[in-house]
């Protein structure tokens, strides 16, 4: 990517939202990455499900007399009476859950839900979508409260080993759920990555579904009474690429939250995550003694205390550095990364890392970061990227299994061309380079080649952006698009 402006020309950009965060991140700079971190996710993609694309593995409408075959009820009162599957919690204090199915990566659990009576607005009912089929800690959910519009009245959210609750994200619905009235919810899957559906409306998504080898499906009820009918689930096709028409860019954040903490850090990172973002952006290049480090500019002059090549200095120098006082007071003392230690973070604390290759790098240079990939159990939630070609060529003989997005300054004179002789999974132009020739979006999708373009930031392009079809936008403010992209599912609902 082009190199950003200095920090004065960065914090004249902070507005709206990010300039909120910017006040949350002072404290983040201290206090963020001790947070107790979440347990971790799958180690590989390649003992993940392989069902198909609108798979049904499960469509009950519970026309029996029973619980359907294979239903477990855990704990509560689980029945069947006139077509609807009926649950019941009269204690507050206690999760009454029925576990069915199998353990799926990617899939759709949908069901039309009801709640008959609750004890009060902040009782609920819950989508499993990771419970063990004994019903056993640790398991994780998908929540919706009676009093849906609070401002937590949807969220994901892990019921730990402790016994404790870990919300990782929370939303108001768009309407009403209250009692007697039936709901569509569904939820939508993908490895660690979910999205909320209320009635047919994106309410709420995130990064950081914990997920097991083996948990498959529940429904679970507290302190109230519910009723459910038409369950399904449907095995999905790996996240795809392609954005839907009719749901929002990806929002990917550009060197983490770089607008509001120091770009290429845990603590960017961080932001980028309570900023709503699903991808975080950042670049990788390897120290003298050939360790992974997570930093953009050939050289450290720019974003730490120190001076040189990145090439030139060892680990030892690397991690002596401050890359936060440039930013900030507030950050000074905040390190330099390895990848391995942005590996790690993202694992435990949720996010997926779209990670560009900076340079040239040799065979063997890449194979090192494949093999940091592929330790921390990330296979699954990296996206590799770069300008050089050689590198593409690199990570896809040693790691097929991982997305590839070529980076162009300029466009091909065929893209299309160039996409399928790389093995594309995206092709990731500059925004003025796609902006004469947005037809090339068009002719990349019928390849099955997504588009994500950086590094946009302003409200205009977006918009052109989302209705030319691209998949994904890299952008400096992830706060702003994530909200934007959520005013405009609004919008859309409302019409």
């Known amino acids: 990517m082009t190199p950003r402006q200095l920090v004065a020309s960065a914090r004249r950009r902070r507005t709206g ?188 998504r995130t990064t950081r579904l914990v997920r097991s080898a083996d948990g498959g499906q529940a429904l679970l009820v507290n302190g109230a009474r519910v009723s459910f009918a038409a369950v399904k689930v449907t095995a999905l096709a790996p996240n795809a690429w392609i954005r839907p028409a009719g749901t929002p860019v990806t929002v990917f954040a550009h060197r983490g939250g770089s607008s509001a903490a120091p770009e290429n850090t845990l603590v960017a990172d961080e932001v980028a995550r309570r900023a709503g973002a699903q991808w975080i952006e950042n670049d990788v290049q390897p120290s003298k003694d050939g360790v992974p480090y997570v930093l953009h500019d050939d050289t450290v002059d720019r974003t730490t205390n120190g001076t040189g090549r990145v090439r030139d200095l060892t680990a030892a120098q690397l991690d002596a550095l401050d890359a936060g006082s440039w930013f900030a007071p507030a950050y000074a003392g905040t390190r330099l990364p390895t990848l391995a230690a942005q590996l790690e973070d993202l694992r435990t604390r949720g996010g997926n890392l779209l990670l560009e290759i900076k340079g040239p790098h040799t065979r063997d240079e890449v194979a090192r970061i494949v093999k940091e990939v592929r330790d921390h159990g990330m296979t699954d939630r990296v996206f590799v990227q770069s300008f050089q070609v050689d590198a593409l060529r690199y990570a896809r003989e040693l790691a097929p299994e991982l997305p590839r997005g070529l980076l162009r300054s300029e466009l091909d004179p065929d893209p299309v061309a160039t996409a399928r002789d790389l093995g594309l999974t995206s092709y990731n132009p500059s925004d003025d380079a796609l902006a004469p020739r947005p037809g090339v979006i068009g002719d990349l999708h019928a390849a099955g080649v997504a588009v994500n373009v950086w590094t946009v930031d302003a409200p205009a392009r977006w918009k052109a952006l989302e209705e030319a079809g691209a998949d994904g936008i890299i952008t400096d403010r992830a706060a702003e698009l994530a909200g934007w992209n959520a005013a405009r599912l609004q919008a859309a609902a409302g019409r």
């Open 17 to 204: 939202l990010v300039a909120a965060l910017v006040a949350a991140a002072l404290g983040l700079a201290t206090i963020a990455l001790t947070a107790p971190a979440a347990p971790a996710a799958p180690t590989s993609s390649t003992t993940r499900g392989t069902r198909s694309l609108g798979d049904v593995v499960i469509d009950e409408t519970f026309a029996g007399p029973g619980l359907p075959s294979g239903w477990n009820p855990v704990e509560g009162d689980w029945r069947v009476e006139n077509g609807r599957l009926v649950g019941d919690s009269a204690d507050g204090a206690r999760q009454s859950r029925i576990t069915f199915g199998r353990h799926l990566d990617d899939f759709r659990l949908e069901a039309t839900v009801r709640f008959e009576t609750v004890q009060d607005a902040t009782r609920w009912t819950a989508l499993g979508l990771d419970v063990p089929a004994a019903g056993t800690t640790p398991w994780s959910i998908a929540t919706l409260r009676s009093g849906s519009t609070a401002g937590n009245g949807l969220e994901f959210a892990q019921r730990t080993t402790g016994n404790t609750w870990h919300v990782t994200d929370s939303a108001a619905a768009p309407s009403a759920a209250a009692t007697g009235r039936d709901v569509r919810i569904a939820v939508e899957v993908h490895g660690t990555t979910a999205r909320w559906v209320f009635d047919g409306r994106e309410a709420l």
